[in-house]
C-alpha cells in the first residue's frame, strides 16, 4: 500500500451547511446544519483513506461533497491539480444496494449509463465493457439482461462497484459499502474492492463504522466528529496509540481480540452528540470528554502534527 505518491485529493476549508426549515407550510427556517464544518485533508494517490466517526458526524456528506452530489458551502476540492469538477474522475459507491440501482434498468443499462451519458463508445462497445466489468467484480456477464430485483444484496453492490468502475475513474467514495450487507459477504466485498485497487491504481476514501474493517483496508485514518477532523493518522498508528480522547473512546469499543487488543478498558461517553445546528463552543467535544477545562470553550483546536503524520485537533495533547 502506497500513501506516499503526489496528491490527487486536496480539500481546504471544506464547510457543507444546510438550511433547515421548520415542519408545516407557514413554518420558517429553523437554522443552519453544518453537516461539515472546516475540513482539510489531502489523499495521495493510490491510497486508501478511512473516515470514521459516529453517524451524524458528517462523514457520508463529505463523501458527496467531495464528488459533487452536493456544492460545498465554501472552500476548495482541488482534484489532480484542478478546482473544476472532475465528474469522470470522481465516482461513489453508495451505502444501500437496494435503493441506489434503478429497477427498471437492466443491469448491463446500470453499468454502461455513465458511458453513454459522457458520450463514450457505441452502444455494442459500451455493453461489451459492461460485460467485462462484471467479471471482474466476480458475475456472469449473462447478469447484463437481468433486473436489479433477481439479485441479493451482495451481488447488488458488485453492480454497484461495477458501475462506479464504468467511467474510468481514478477517485472512489465508498460509501459505507458494506453497512448493509450479510456479515458472511462483507469480506468478499472488501476483497474485491482491494483487487480492484491494484488493478486499476484506484484511489479510495473508505467510510465506515466497522472499525476493524477500517483498519484492515486503510493506509490512513480519519476520524470525524461534528463535522471536523479531529485526528488523522497511519492506520497502525493511530489504533496503536489515538491521540484524541474521542478516538480513544471509539477504539476502546472495538472487541478485543488477539494482536488487535486495544489495552485500554472500555471508555463509556456521556451524553449524547450535540446538535450540527447548534454546536458548542471552542471544541465540539468538550461537552463528552472527561478532560475539558475552560479553556476549551474559548478556543477551537487546529488540526496540528504532534508525532511524524500524525494529526490531533485536541489543546491537551
Known sequence: MNAAGAPLLKILGLKKYFRVRGK???SGERGVLKAVDG?????SRGETLGLVGESGCGKSTLGRTIVRLYEPTE????????????RRGTQMIFQDPYASLN??????????????????????????????????????????????????????????IARALSAGPEFIVCD????????SIQAQVVNVLEDLRESYGLTYLFIAHDLSMIRHISDRVGVMYLGRLVELAPAEELYRNPRHPYTQALLSSIPKIGRWKTGTKRIVLEGDVPSPMDPPSGCAFRTRCRYASPRCSEELPPLVEGAPDHHAACLLV
Open 24 to 26: 408545516g407550510f407557514f
Open 39 to 43: 475540513v482539510d485533508l489531502s489523499i
Open 75 to 86: 472552500g476548495e476540492i482541488i482534484f489532480d491539480g484542478s478546482p473544476e469538477p472532475n
Open 103 to 160: 429497477p427498471r434498468m437492466t443491469v448491463g443499462d446500470i453499468i454502461s449509463e455513465p458511458l453513454a451519458i459522457h458520450g463514450t463508445g457505441s452502444a455494442s462497445s459500451r455493453l461489451e465493457r459492461a460485460h467485462e466489468l462484471l467479471r471482474q467484480v466476480g458475475l456472469n456477464p449473462d447478469h447484463a439482461m437481468r433486473y436489479p430485483h433477481e439479485f441479493s444484496g451482495g451481488q447488488r453492490q458488485r453492480i454497484g
Open 176 to 183: 459505507e459499502p458494506i453497512s448493509a450487507l450479510d456479515v
